[in-house]
């Protein structure tokens, strides 16, 4: 059973840190392409920071560059968000993807196509 189990989320203050994790069953995460969305209340789900299988192409999102950082740990099976100076517009729930393909779109945002699976979402609330 493919399966993606998120972990990681919760409140933190305006400027904290948040480190999500990922960790992938059933599967090879080797294979694929990983990515992390958001969706805000009301907003569409957006695809903020993707990486190839290689891990040698990422994307990151123009509302998050330079301090969220994606990264994958193969050995593991599992897939992190590390997420810096958190904003309260970066309050949402994050899901993590793995794809056959990803590219590129407007503002750097990513979007992945022949999706193997998603992960369940965890909150992330940014307030005072």
């Known amino acids: 059973q493919v399966q993606l189990v998120e972990s990681g989320g919760g409140l933190v203050q305006p400027g904290g840190s948040l480190r999500l994790s990922c960790t992938g069953s059933g599967f090879s995460l080797e294979d694929y392409e990983i990515g992390w969305f958001r969706q805000a209340p009301g907003k569409e789900r957006e695809g903020i920071s993707c990486?190839?299988?290689?891990?040698?192409?990422?994307t990151s999102a123009d509302a998050v560059k330079g301090r969220f950082a994606i990264s994958r740990d193969n050995a593991k099976n599992t897939v992190y968000l590390q997420m810096n100076s958190l904003k309260p517009e970066d309050t949402a729930v994050y899901y993590c993807v793995v794809a056959g393909h990803f590219r590129r779109t407007s503002q750097d945002f990513c979007v992945m196509s022949f999706i193997r699976a998603w992960g369940q979402g965890v909150q992330v609330t940014v307030s005072s």
């Open positions: 990486m190839s299988g290689s891990g040698t192409t990422t």
